[in-house]
């Protein structure tokens, strides 16, 4: 499916920024720009009027970008939303102003929905930089409903949405959870569309001190406590068999812990020895 009305682009890469590097930004959108799906627009919202970085922007020479400026700083969760209403094509592309997209991310996420009109959000595996560290993350509807009942189960810039699933539903990011807008994001989308992970590194995930799950770290556990509660309230059969704790004593001293949270699985040995496995589990 390829959207040729007025000669509008299927997909629209969605990506805030505010007070990025030259040097990460410029990697961000050669990423971007080097994909090999190249029926996209890209919609740079700077939400730092004090200092922009329109200068940086301005050196790409590529009709496909398109430069916009809050006239005041209005956070991520209400910039995400501005960027809803002004993206065209049919399929979101969320994209990091500090992460790197590889190649072939919109290509494969772009065929994954055509092929499955009954998807509405599709992630990808990523590896976290730095340091090399490789994050997989369920691929079926069914694993991934069941793991959101306690985590984030897509990560959000490595995903593509299809836009009529948002505007059907009347779902937009949600300023009262931010900066967990993204979790909050998927836990509306629970039962109006279907999930999907595909499992291949797609997206390189910038961790270093400056992320927000970082400098926000305790805004960030308040909002996903008030969505544990909410999930709780929505659905709690599926969140009392998501999340359990069983202990394993041998002569009264506790030789196993195994705790459950969504589809992950962890064990403790001994106090000492950890192992971290996942369970595939249908959501019903």
């Known amino acids: 499916m390829e959207n040729s009305r007025n000669n509008q682009p299927l997909v629209s890469v969605l990506m805030p920024v505010y007070k990025t590097p030259e040097d990460i930004l410029k990697k ?7 994909q090999t799906y190249k029926n996209f627009e890209f919609l740079i919202l700077d939400d730092c009027p004090e200092h922009p970085v329109e200068n940086i922007v301005k050196q790409y020479q590529d009709s496909r970008i398109k430069y916009l400026k809050n006239e005041k700083n209005l956070g991520i969760t209400p910039s995400r939303n501005k960027l809803l209403k002004i993206a065209k094509g049919e399929y979101l592309a969320v994209a990091d102003h500090d992460d790197i997209s590889l190649p072939e991310r919109f290509e494969k996420e772009v065929s994954f929905l055509n092929a499955h009109p009954d ?3 599709v992630g990808t595996w990523y590896q976290c930089f730095p340091k090399k560290k490789l994050k997989k993350k369920f691929i079926t509807n069914a694993q991934i409903e069941r793991d959101l009942m306690r985590n984030c189960s897509i990560l959000h810039p490595s995903s593509m949405i299809r836009k009529s699933v948002l505007e059907q539903n009347h779902i937009t990011y949600q300023e009262q959870y931010s900066p967990a807008e993204d979790y909050a994001l998927w836990i509306s989308l629970i039962g109006k569309t279907k999930f999907a992970n595909i499992p291949e590194v797609l997206y390189l995930y910038r961790d270093y001190a ?7 770290a305790m805004k960030m556990k308040s909002a996903r406590d ?25 002569f009264g001293l506790p030789l196993i812990k195994r705790e459950q949270k969504g589809c992950v699985l962890k064990y403790t040995i001994l106090h000492f020895i950890k192992i971290t496995t996942q369970e595939a589990i249908d959501f019903n």
């Open 210 to 216: 400056n992320n927000t799950s970082k400098t926000q």
């Open 28 to 34: 961000t959108i050669q990423s971007v720009l080097n």
């Open 119 to 121: 998807v509405g959000v």
């Open 226 to 250: 008030r969505l544990y509660r909410l999930l709780e309230e929505k659905y709690p059969e599926h969140v009392a068999k998501a999340t359990t704790v069983k202990v394993i004593k041998l």
